[in-house]
């Protein structure tokens, strides 16, 4: 009788030990599956900077090249606005290294304005003066172009520069950047500089009915090869095919070197 009893509640035991186990893997269980719902959450705070929907921007190779594919609609734009197609043309030269910045190809942001109070749209998180800030995002660059124009013509800081002349890209350098526009001091001279070498003016004057002034033709006969160079940039710029310039300076491969001399002629 007594073996019958100790059986008994050897048994009792294994099964309270088998619940209480049971139980524990349920607990378990559902830990894990709290844990993966607190870990989806910060995914869908991401996603709300993510850059959908927007046109990829075809590859522009030369400055040259992003002038004429963007010099009417910043004269479009000066006609609306009275912003200097020049100024618009330089600082989107400037801004998205003639679009091919990072900034640009992600998000054809060309003029590297950024969120700021009452943005609504699509945005993107980029470095600039400080690592991760907030920089909209455009569908397509001329989108981009005309949200640069209302965003100067609709901030206070901005309106002493509609007192200018519409042909004073000097007056309209400097006062961008008494405005605040970018940080970097040397921000007026290095739009100026882009005007001036590359001719930006003439749109200004265009859009007014004013005489343009005629570009001198130089006669190159060779050039010295500087940082960024490529044959193809140097065919670009001179009117003469890859091959021919290879032809000319005797080249077996596509390989420059800088202060290397080409021969144009």
Same mark, same amino acid.
């Given at each position: ?25 349920t607990y378990y269980s559902s830990k894990k ?34 002038i004429e594919k963007f010099k009417d609609i ?11 197609? *020049? ?9 998205? *290294? ?11 942001n060309h003029f590297g304005i950024k969120c ?60 961008? *950047? ?88």
């Amino acid at each position: 009788m007594k073996l019958k009893y100790i059986l008994i509640c050897l048994l009792t035991i294994g099964l309270f030990a088998s619940c209480k186990s049971k139980k524990k893997a349920t607990y378990y269980s559902s830990k894990k599956r709290t844990e993966v719902v607190v870990e989806i959450e910060p995914a869908k705070e991401r996603e709300r900077v993510v850059v959908k929907n927007v046109v990829k921007p075809k590859v522009i190779n030369s400055t040259e090249e992003y002038i004429e594919k963007f010099k009417d609609i910043s004269m479009r734009e000066m006609r609306i606005y009275k912003i200097p197609a *020049s100024i618009t043309l330089a600082q989107g030269i400037l801004e998205s *290294s003639s679009g091919k910045s990072l900034l640009t190809l992600r998000s054809n942001n060309h003029f590297g304005i950024k969120c700021h109070k009452g943005w609504t749209g699509m945005k993107t998180l980029h470095d600039d003066d400080e690592k991760g800030e907030c920089f909209r995002v455009y569908k397509d660059p001329k989108t981009s172009f005309e949200d640069h124009s209302k965003f100067l013509t609709t901030r206070s800081r901005y309106n002493n520069l509609f007192e200018l002349d519409s042909d004073d890209y000097v007056g309209w350098a400097e006062g961008l *950047s008494k405005a605040g526009y970018a940080t970097d001091r040397r921000y007026p001279a290095k739009l100026i500089a882009l005007i001036e070498k590359y001719n930006l003016y003439n749109y200004d004057l265009e859009v007014l009915g004013k005489p343009v002034k005629k570009k001198k033709k130089i006669k190159h006969h060779n050039h010295v090869v500087v940082k960024g160079d490529t044959l193809y940039s140097l065919s670009k710029k001179y009117g003469l095919s890859v091959a021919k310039l290879k032809q000319i300076n005797g080249l077996k491969s596509n390989n420059i070197g800088i202060g290397q001399t080409i021969m144009l002629k």
